[in-house]
């Protein structure tokens, strides 16, 4: 399975690829064997909120090369390739995006106004819910036994 990820065209697609071929020895399209050891995937990934990038490592797998393997690569290998990559998302909130006009300041001012007034109001409905209920009168405890 190792080499077959170095054909890939894009490499980026490598965790992609890795996990449709074992769904597809599971389903049972072709024949494969899980070896002991691992080999590195060639995508790059980056953990949230830094630019620190870090690679994964897989188990690797053995298989037997046939015309229906084949077509199934080329098939899987299309669909990679034409699947659209993810973007980065959306702008961070910094005051150089703002300066820039990367960030509607008024839109995020708005969402900012609409935050603040349903955080105010389910804090008054909180209170007056306790108020109601502090000024009901407990009823008062019954004797049970008698004098």
Not at 1 to 30: C, H, I, N, W, Y
Not at 120 to 141: I, T, V, W
């Amino acid at each position: 399975m190792s080499e077959q990820v170095q054909k890939l065209s894009t490499p980026q697609q490598s965790d992609a690829f890795v996990k449709r071929f074992r769904d597809a020895v599971r389903e049972g399209e072709f024949d494969a064997i899980d070896l002991p050891e691992r080999f590195t995937l060639p995508k790059k990934f980056k953990r949230r909120g830094s630019d620190e990038t870090y690679e994964k490592d897989m188990k690797d797998m053995v298989f037997e090369t046939s015309s229906k393997f084949d077509k199934w690569f080329e098939g899987v290998e299309k669909e990679l390739a034409a699947a659209p990559t993810r973007s980065r998302g959306k702008p961070r909130l910094t005051l150089e995006n703002l300066e820039e006009g990367v960030l509607d300041f008024k839109a995020l001012a708005e969402e900012t106004r609409r935050k603040l007034q349903n955080s105010y109001a389910k804090g008054q409905n909180l209170g007056n819910s306790r108020k109601s209920k502090a000024a009901a009168p407990k009823p008062r405890a019954k004797r049970t036994t008698k004098k």
